[in-house]
């Protein structure tokens, strides 16, 4: 897998005393401004655009680097199968905001029980397992990037029928030489 996509391998690693120095000081100011900011945010400053929200959400229900592009496919899906998905997506940013989360734990526990935490657990469970439902015949969004593999990506082979791994069929085959003439 390319590290583009690995959430541990940066693509830049420099531990140059200036580089930690500067980012140490702009951290600790977005720190010390960060408060500031989120007290002056109106509750309703949430993005227009449903991918960004939905982009929004997920980052906050799950702790890894996520892939915009699969993002767009899961949330037209989702949102063709649960036509209130938008409002519910919307209201689960709303109680994440209320919280001042940063990760999951911050606000799961006070999503109330019915169709907000279900919509909550089916975001987990697509981005984990690539499809919307885990059955036959189900549309397949993630298949080498679902998030599942993310943990052991270092010692687990994806299953695949490709030799090359998955997506393998994609790969140029490499040329025949000329066969004999007799």
């Known amino acids: 897998m390319p ?14 005393r200036r580089r ?49 592009a699969i993002g ?42 019915g169709p907000l935490k279900e919509t909550a657990l089916s975001i987990i469970s697509a981005w984990y397992m690539g499809v919307l439902t885990d059955a036959p015949g189900a549309e397949v969004f993630a298949y080498e990037f679902a998030l599942m593999y993310q943990p052991t990506v270092d010692v687990m082979t994806i299953p695949t029928y490709a030799k090359s791994g998955p997506n393998g069929w994609n790969a140029i085959a490499p040329p025949l030489s000329d066969m004999p003439k007799f």
């Open 3 to 16: 590290d583009q996509y690995r959430d541990d391998a940066p693509l830049e690693f420099s531990l140059g």
């Open 72 to 113: 767009k496919r899961l949330v037209s899906a989702m949102s063709a199968a649960t036509p209130s998905l938008p409002d519910q997506i919307i209201e689960l940013l709303a109680i994440a905001r209320k919280k001042n989360a940063r990760v999951v734990e911050d606000f799961f526990p006070d999503i109330p029980q």
């Open 20 to 68: 930690i120095v500067v980012g140490g000081a702009l951290l600790l100011g977005g720190f010390a401004a960060f408060p500031t900011l989120s007290a002056t945010l109106p509750d309703a400053a949430l993005p227009d655009d449903p991918l960004t929200r939905f982009m929004d959400i997920s980052s906050l229900l799950i702790p890894h680097q996520l892939d915009r």
